[in-house]
């Protein structure tokens, strides 16, 4: 896990947000604009968009405790999503899981020490036909197994540098 | 609502019926073979238990919408597939219900059996056993046995698969991580998570009740728990303003008040009211014998319908604080030590003097200042101690530094000296303009009905110098924030009056009817001069022209109007021409008289609107009747056998400039501080200083009683019988709960004092003088203790006309026959800024603490605010050099003070404030004598100052400290 997790000031989530103020049910889109620009939705994030939105603090933290896909802290520099639920399981998705895991040395929402890759699981990628699915980045990968996500990462890794 | 193990008190139905209650259509349908008529949109579980049918529930309760969430109230309906949550299913007709099957019983017995699998099995150890729904509910379903072996659970700190805490305190084990150990940081309740079953009623209550949304359940699935607050908030840190409702709606121990941790579950209730602010709630005290384990909301209290604040919920101790005085003490000189003497010794040493003052003086020379916080049958006897064993009427009371102003303003409009509606009237309003109140800290229960109207989308107006809480907090924002200058109340109300005028939004009809047709033209002609105009006032008032223009079309316009204003109307050297402006505005645009609109005095204290009522003034008999009336004199002198004065006594003010000169010399103070809560704390001090016999009864020795001669002690609400008047003109019952610490009730010392000099009076309880009162005061003609035990409360007037009493004045027309228009032009008050004092202060109160703080700063509200803090704008305290948390020096003409500083945009540049809850700081040094011309109140809210950097508290606070140590020491009887 990442240690040092960039503090945004509250002028700059202000910035960030500030364009979503007129959407309909904008607190979803803005916690997504905040988790897009520093990788996570830092704590002061929350007085700011209480105020902005002219709710409670603690609704505003009940509604990003509910979703995992929000952070805490800013993830690894890649990010990979397996897919636990019942139709990738099915076909093996647990063990593909596991398998990655352990050579990842790695549990779950876990990150590399050299902060280069975080692993989380995700239910459902809406991938059933093809499954154990995963997701690299944003970008969906069908009929995994330990060895194909291995070398997804160590490409990404290539083109990462490149 | 936590209320099942207390046997039913009459009047009125206390079960929780699980949802609200509906206003519709009947519908009839058929419960378990009853048949049922509720009005449409009753829930099916509301309708059972309308039938006396009681469905098992854990999420709902009926003072908030139904959740669905238990599964618990599961039902059978004929023709419907499934089974459906009784509490969120509407009532149809002709719908046959079935609340017990075999079916229903065995999904709730499964429901229960997984609720019980992840909760601890320690009942008989648990501080909400034989009081928790839980249990209760485990009962009615017949929960025999729980199969699940420990897994994964929130109860078990060792994680040892231990079924109770008990057990698992035995063991070491791994520990577990779902544990969450108990937050006490609120002084009044703990939290603990590790009894909750997430049923949310805490958090509904928080937003639907109190509306502050203080809570929320973080996580989701297993992971979902209570929250205070964000991540690193505990109930202390985050916006709970500790109302209790969260508190009183859980069904299990999770929130729980500490006193019932520690002195165990109550056995029995007193319905009772509370002695804090004007909103007047009902509380139920519960009692373990003589001891009060907790207050609780009354659910069928017409003023708080069951909701609390901070204050009366919790903030009861100071009844039991240490510093309570419970001997009558005397002394020669105020440079003495108190002697503790009998109540006898006392007594004659009080009268003794008084009388020797009155031969040597003259029987003017002496006077009373009846008590806010008494009830209204001691502020009775206090006035009657005045005009029948004084013979004069010095008489005045607290209400000359508050309300006077709507005495008076209200009086010559409409005719009465009162508020218009009942609190229920909120809910039928649609524009609400708030004038100079704070309610969220004021007056928190009707804050919370206001806001909860709000939310519905009633429309809000705030013409405050500060930036309140109600004019932004969550859910809840102002249309129009009028951020005035202190001082510029008239023109801002004429302004407004001016817009409707001009652009001819008026309701003529009504004024037609209801007013007199010629003063208002009279007064149109006055407020369309092109003086009142927004734009012509502007640079007056800093409010801007096009926001004014805009909140006085909504208002007119919007629909119901009504207006509530506190002290920042009244305590202005034009106070009484703004309550005249404010009725105008009403009368305009037709908003009298219906529910939903009217003019409403937020009175600060419990019995504010009693002690004016019960004659108080020194020129009004109970009744607001001029002493100078001859028949009006005839009533009270043939009731009480003596001649009463025709001529006015004086006003507090006077009292203190006549004892200055030496003409007054002798004073009777029950239940009030004027040291500490009048205005110019020297001039008050000189004054006391100046008297031969100053007799304060009180509980506490106040700063009042530095200054004197004769202390009596005084008894609590909990310890009497009476009546309290709240701002709505409700007249509440007070129960006694216990006896009096001090050996008597206040009306009982007020009566031996009386009696010491002769007068011999024989009241054995206070419905004898209610009975008096009734028979001397039309508007209390009907008021009687078994009329007030068949309803609950009654608003005055309650006489022949209105046997039930008036919840709704001024209904088909004004008290005064037709309303009054009257002129309202602006005056600038005399206190003006200039270069030595560019600043202006105003003042006001918070949350947690109450007026002096006699009681609240006797008590563990004291953790919200513990010193009085002055509110500065960050560009004013950059120029001075200020930062946040500095000690900061605050001076007027008047005299100087020190506090701590804390940098806010809630105040606009050029405006500071503060609250007058502590003694040490006394902010009333500061405040100058200027008064409302016409009642005299005091300018509390305009006083033209200097803010400075300081090291410490100024020398006048030394001086003045040391003085009331030394005026406080305390000889025991035996030196």
Same mark, same amino acid.
């Given at each position: 896990?990442?240690?040092?997790?960039?503090?945004?000031?509250?002028?700059?989530?202000?910035?960030?947000?500030?364009?979503?103020?007129?959407?309909?049910?904008?607190?979803?889109?803005?916690?997504? +604009?905040? @988790?897009? !620009?520093? *990788?996570?939705?830092?704590?002061?994030? $929350?007085?700011?968009?209480?105020? &902005?939105?002219?709710? =409670?603090?603690?609704?505003?933290?009940?509604?990003?405790?509910?979703?995992?896909?929000?952070?805490?802290?800013?993830?690894?520099?890649?990010?990979?999503?397996?897919?636990?639920?019942? +139709?990738? @399981?099915? !076909?093996? *998705?647990?063990?593909?899981?596991?398998? $990655?895991?352990?050579?990842?040395? &790695?549990?779950?929402? =876990?990150?590399?020490?050299?902060?280069?890759?975080?692993?989380?699981?995700?239910?459902?990628?809406?991938?059933?036909?093809?499954?154990?699915?995963?997701?690299?980045?944003?970008?969906?990968?069908?009929?995994?197994?330990?060895?194909?996500?291995?070398?997804?990462?160590?490409?990404?890794?290539?083109?990462?540098?490149? | 609502?936590?209320?099942?193990?207390?046997?039913?008190?009459?009047?009125?139905?206390?079960?929780?019926?699980?949802?609200?209650?509906?206003?519709?259509?009947?519908?009839?349908?058929?419960?378990?073979?009853?048949?049922?008529?509720?009005?449409?949109?009753?829930?099916?579980?509301?309708?059972?238990?309308?039938?006396?049918?009681?469905?098992?529930?854990?999420?709902?309760?009926?003072?908030?919408?139904?959740?669905?969430?238990?599964?618990?109230?599961?039902?059978?309906?004929?023709?419907?597939?499934?089974?459906?949550?009784?509490?969120?299913?509407?009532?149809?007709?002709?719908?046959?219900?079935?609340?017990?099957?075999?079916?229903?019983?065995?999904?709730?017995?499964?429901?229960?059996?997984?609720?019980?699998?992840?909760?601890?099995?320690?009942?008989?150890?648990?501080?909400?056993?034989?009081?928790?729904?839980?249990?209760?509910?485990?009962?009615?379903?017949?929960?025999?046995?729980?199969?699940?072996?420990?897994?994964?659970?929130?109860?078990?700190?060792?994680?040892?698969?231990?079924?109770?805490?008990?057990?698992?305190?035995?063991?070491?084990?791994?520990?577990?991580?779902?544990?969450?150990?108990?937050?006490?940081?609120?002084?009044?309740?703990?939290?603990?998570?590790?009894?909750?079953?997430?049923?949310?009623?805490?958090?509904?209550?928080?937003?639907?009740?109190?509306?502050?949304?203080?809570?929320?359940?973080?996580?989701?699935?297993?992971?979902?728990?209570?929250?205070?607050?964000?991540?690193?908030?505990?109930?202390?840190?985050?916006?709970?303003?500790?109302?209790?409702?969260?508190?009183?709606?859980?069904?299990?121990?999770?929130?729980?008040?500490?006193?019932?941790?520690?002195?165990?579950?109550?056995?029995?209730?007193?319905?009772?009211?509370?002695?804090?602010?004007?909103?007047?709630?009902?509380?139920?005290?519960?009692?373990?014998?003589?001891?009060?384990?907790?207050?609780?909301?009354?659910?069928?209290?017409?003023?708080?319908?069951?909701?609390?604040?901070?204050?009366?919920?919790?903030?009861?101790?100071?009844?039991?604080?240490?510093?309570?005085?419970?001997?009558?003490?005397?002394?020669?000189?105020?440079?003495?030590?108190?002697?503790?003497?009998?109540?006898?010794?006392?007594?004659?040493?009080?009268?003794?003097?008084?009388?020797?003052?009155?031969?040597?003086?003259?029987?003017?020379?002496?006077?009373?200042?009846?008590?806010?916080?008494?009830?209204?049958?001691?502020?009775?006897?206090?006035?009657?101690?005045?005009?029948?064993?004084?013979?004069?009427?010095?008489?005045?009371?607290?209400?000359?530094?508050?309300?006077?102003?709507?005495?008076?303003?209200?009086?010559?409009?409409?005719?009465?000296?009162?508020?218009?509606?009942?609190?229920?009237?909120?809910?039928?309003?649609?524009?609400?303009?708030?004038?100079?109140?704070?309610?969220?800290?004021?007056?928190?229960?009707?804050?919370?009905?206001?806001?909860?109207?709000?939310?519905?989308?009633?429309?809000?107006?705030?013409?405050?110098?500060?930036?309140?809480?109600?004019?932004?907090?969550?859910?809840?924002?102002?249309?129009?924030?009028?951020?005035?200058?202190?001082?510029?109340?008239?023109?801002?109300?004429?302004?407004?009056?001016?817009?409707?005028?001009?652009?001819?939004?008026?309701?003529?009809?009504?004024?037609?009817?209801?007013?007199?047709?010629?003063?208002?033209?009279?007064?149109?002609?006055?407020?369309?001069?092109?003086?009142?105009?927004?734009?012509?006032?502007?640079?007056?008032?800093?409010?801007?022209?096009?926001?004014?223009?805009?909140?006085?079309?909504?208002?007119?316009?919007?629909?119901?109007?009504?207006?509530?204003?506190?002290?920042?109307?009244?305590?202005?050297?034009?106070?009484?021409?703004?309550?005249?402006?404010?009725?105008?505005?009403?009368?305009?645009?037709?908003?009298?008289?219906?529910?939903?609109?009217?003019?409403?005095?937020?009175?600060?204290?419990?019995?504010?609107?009693?002690?004016?009522?019960?004659?108080?003034?020194?020129?009004?008999?109970?009744?607001?009747?001029?002493?100078?009336?001859?028949?009006?004199?005839?009533?009270?002198?043939?009731?009480?056998?003596?001649?009463?004065?025709?001529?006015?006594?004086?006003?507090?003010?006077?009292?203190?400039?006549?004892?200055?000169?030496?003409?007054?010399?002798?004073?009777?103070?029950?239940?009030?501080?004027?040291?500490?809560?009048?205005?110019?704390?020297?001039?008050?001090?000189?004054?006391?200083?100046?008297?031969?016999?100053?007799?304060?009864?009180?509980?506490?020795?106040?700063?009042?009683?530095?200054?004197?001669?004769?202390?009596?002690?005084?008894?609590?609400?909990?310890?009497?019988?009476?009546?309290?008047?709240?701002?709505?003109?409700?007249?509440?019952?007070?129960?006694?709960?216990?006896?009096?610490?001090?050996?008597?009730?206040?009306?009982?010392?007020?009566?031996?004092?009386?009696?010491?000099?002769?007068?011999?009076?024989?009241?054995?309880?206070?419905?004898?003088?209610?009975?008096?009162?009734?028979?001397?005061?039309?508007?209390?003609?009907?008021?009687?203790?078994?009329?007030?035990?068949?309803?609950?409360?009654?608003?005055?007037?309650?006489?022949?006309?209105?046997?039930?009493?008036?919840?709704?004045?001024?209904?088909?027309?004004?008290?005064?026959?037709?309303?009054?228009?009257?002129?309202?032009?602006?005056?600038?008050?005399?206190?003006?800024?200039?270069?030595?004092?560019?600043?202006?202060?105003?003042?006001?109160?918070?949350?947690?603490?109450?007026?002096?703080?006699?009681?609240?700063?006797?008590?563990?509200?004291?953790?919200?605010?513990?010193?009085?803090?002055?509110?500065?704008?960050?560009?004013?305290?950059?120029?001075?050099?200020?930062?946040?948390?500095?000690?900061?020096?605050?001076?007027?003409?008047?005299?100087?003070?020190?506090?701590?500083?804390?940098?806010?945009?809630?105040?606009?540049?050029?405006?500071?404030?503060?609250?007058?809850?502590?003694?040490?700081?006394?902010?009333?040094?500061?405040?100058?004598?200027?008064?409302?011309?016409?009642?005299?109140?005091?300018?509390?809210?305009?006083?033209?100052?200097?803010?400075?950097?300081?090291?410490?508290?100024?020398?006048?606070?030394?001086?003045?400290?040391?003085?009331?140590?030394?005026?406080?020491?305390?000889?025991?009887?035996?030196?």
């Amino acid at each position: 896990m990442l240690e040092y997790a960039p503090a945004p000031s509250p002028e700059e989530i202000r910035e960030v947000v500030a364009p979503l103020a007129e959407l309909e049910g904008p607190l979803l889109p803005m916690l997504h +604009a905040i @988790q897009e !620009v520093w *990788g996570h939705v830092p704590q002061a994030a $929350v007085p700011v968009l209480a105020d &902005l939105l002219n709710l =409670g603090r603690a609704e505003v933290h009940g509604v990003i405790s509910f979703y995992h896909d929000f952070r805490d802290h800013p993830a690894g520099r890649r990010v990979l999503k397996i897919c636990r639920a019942e +139709a990738c @399981q099915a !076909v093996g *998705g647990a063990a593909v899981a596991q398998s $990655v895991l352990d050579r990842l040395g &790695l549990d779950w929402h =876990g990150t590399t020490p050299d902060g280069a890759l975080t692993v989380e699981p995700v239910y459902c990628l809406g991938l059933c036909a093809c499954g154990p699915a995963a997701m690299l980045d944003g970008r969906v990968i069908g009929r995994v197994d330990a060895d194909r996500i291995e070398a997804e990462l160590k490409t990404g890794d290539v083109e990462a540098r490149a | 609502m936590k209320d099942f193990i207390i046997p039913q008190f009459p009047p009125g139905d206390e079960r929780d019926m699980g949802t609200p209650a509906r206003n519709g259509a009947p519908v009839s349908l058929t419960i378990d073979g009853f048949e049922v008529v509720v009005p449409e949109g009753t829930s099916v579980m509301r309708a059972a238990f309308e039938a006396g049918i009681e469905v098992p529930k854990l999420c709902a309760s009926d003072n908030m919408e139904a959740y669905g969430s238990c599964r618990l109230c599961v039902v059978e309906i004929e023709g419907r597939r499934g089974t459906p949550a009784s509490c969120t299913t509407p009532v149809t007709e002709g719908m046959i219900v079935h609340t017990q099957s075999a079916k229903v019983r065995k999904i709730r017995k499964g429901v229960m059996e997984l609720y019980v699998s992840d909760h601890p099995l320690d009942c008989l150890t648990c501080a909400a056993n034989g009081d928790c729904e839980l249990q209760d509910a485990a009962g009615q379903v017949g929960l025999r046995d729980v199969r699940y072996t420990p897994g994964d659970n929130h109860f078990d700190p060792k994680g040892i698969g231990a079924r109770s805490q008990s057990e698992a305190r035995l063991r070491e084990g791994p520990g577990n991580p779902q544990f969450i150990p108990k937050d006490d940081s609120n002084p009044y309740f703990t939290y603990d998570p590790s009894k909750c079953i997430v049923c949310s009623r805490c958090v509904r209550a928080c937003e639907e009740v109190q509306g502050t949304f203080a809570l929320t359940i973080e996580g989701r699935g297993f992971d979902s728990r209570v929250s205070a607050g964000a991540a690193a908030d505990n109930f202390l840190t985050s916006d709970c303003v500790s109302c209790g409702a969260c508190v009183q709606a859980c069904p299990t121990a999770t929130l729980q008040e500490k006193s019932v941790a520690e002195l165990g579950t109550p056995t029995r209730s007193v319905i009772t009211t509370c002695a804090y602010c004007g909103v007047g709630c009902s509380f139920k005290a519960e009692m373990n014998g003589d001891t009060l384990v907790r207050m609780v909301p009354w659910k069928n209290g017409k003023a708080n319908r069951g909701h609390s604040c901070v204050k009366g919920r919790f903030a009861y101790g100071y009844a039991a604080h240490k510093d309570r005085i419970l001997s009558p003490m005397i002394r020669d000189t105020i440079d003495e030590p108190w002697r503790e003497v009998s109540w006898d010794e006392a007594l004659s040493f009080a009268a003794t003097r008084m009388k020797g003052i009155q031969q040597k003086h003259g029987r003017r020379s002496v006077g009373v200042i009846t008590s806010s916080r008494c009830t209204n049958e001691e502020t009775y006897l206090v006035q009657k101690l005045t005009r029948a064993v004084f013979g004069n009427n010095n008489t005045d009371t607290c209400a000359r530094v508050c309300h006077s102003p709507t005495g008076y303003g209200l009086g010559k409009t409409f005719g009465t000296s009162a508020g218009t509606q009942d609190f229920d009237s909120v809910e039928h309003t649609d524009v609400v303009l708030i004038i100079g109140a704070n309610p969220t800290d004021g007056h928190p229960v009707f804050a919370s009905r206001l806001k909860k109207r709000l939310r519905a989308g009633a429309k809000l107006i705030v013409v405050d110098p500060r930036r309140t809480d109600i004019v932004r907090s969550a859910h809840v924002e102002a249309q129009y924030h009028l951020p005035l200058r202190p001082g510029t109340n008239v023109a801002v109300v004429s302004a407004m009056a001016h817009v409707i005028v001009t652009e001819g939004l008026m309701d003529e009809a009504y004024i037609r009817d209801r007013c007199d047709w010629d003063e208002f033209q009279h007064y149109a002609e006055f407020i369309s001069d092109p003086r009142h105009a927004p734009e012509a006032t502007e640079a007056l008032t800093g409010v801007p022209a096009s926001d004014l223009r805009a909140a006085a079309r909504l208002f007119a316009t919007g629909g119901n109007g009504a207006i509530y204003y506190g002290l920042g109307v009244t305590e202005h050297s034009q106070g009484s021409t703004t309550v005249m402006s404010i009725a105008n505005l009403a009368m305009l645009t037709g908003n009298i008289g219906r529910p939903g609109v009217g003019v409403n005095p937020l009175r600060g204290q419990n019995n504010v609107q009693g002690a004016c009522d019960m004659g108080s003034f020194p020129h009004e008999l109970p009744g607001y009747r001029h002493v100078k009336l001859p028949d009006v004199r005839a009533i009270f002198e043939k009731a009480w056998g003596v001649e009463i004065d025709p001529e006015p006594g004086l006003r507090i003010p006077n009292m203190l400039d006549a004892a200055v000169e030496g003409t007054f010399r002798g004073l009777y103070c029950q239940g009030e501080d004027i040291l500490q809560s009048d205005p110019d704390t020297h001039h008050v001090a000189a004054g006391l200083k100046a008297m031969e016999c100053v007799i304060v009864h009180d509980l506490f020795l106040n700063e009042t009683a530095n200054y004197a001669h004769v202390f009596l002690p005084g008894s609590s609400f909990l310890e009497k019988d009476g009546t309290f008047t709240n701002a709505e003109r409700r007249i509440n019952r007070v129960r006694k709960v216990m006896q009096p610490r001090n050996g008597y009730e206040d009306w009982e010392v007020t009566q031996m004092l009386a009696n010491a000099m002769g007068a011999g009076w024989h009241y054995t309880h206070p419905a004898q003088i209610m009975d008096e009162i009734a028979a001397t005061t039309p508007s209390f003609a009907g008021v009687t203790y078994e009329l007030l035990e068949e309803k609950g409360s009654v608003q005055w007037p309650c006489n022949e006309a209105a046997p039930e009493g008036t919840p709704l004045m001024h209904v088909d027309g004004f008290m005064s026959g037709k309303g009054h228009f009257m002129i309202t032009e602006y005056v600038a008050t005399d206190e003006r800024t200039g270069p030595r004092f560019p600043l202006l202060l105003t003042t006001g109160r918070i949350l947690s603490q109450y007026n002096v703080g006699a009681q609240t700063r006797r008590t563990e509200n004291t953790v919200w605010h513990d010193q009085d803090v002055l509110e500065i704008h960050p560009h004013d305290a950059e120029v001075r050099g200020i930062n946040d948390g500095d000690w900061v020096r605050l001076a007027s003409r008047a005299g100087e003070t020190t506090l701590m500083v804390q940098l806010t945009d809630r105040v606009a540049p050029g405006v500071v404030y503060t609250t007058f809850h502590h003694p040490a700081t006394q902010a009333n040094v500061v405040t100058t004598d200027f008064s409302d011309w016409a009642t005299n109140c005091p300018e509390y809210k305009v006083t033209a100052v200097q803010v400075s950097p300081s090291n410490g508290p100024s020398d006048w606070q030394e001086r003045y400290n040391e003085q009331a140590e030394r005026s406080r020491r305390i000889l025991s009887a035996a030196e």
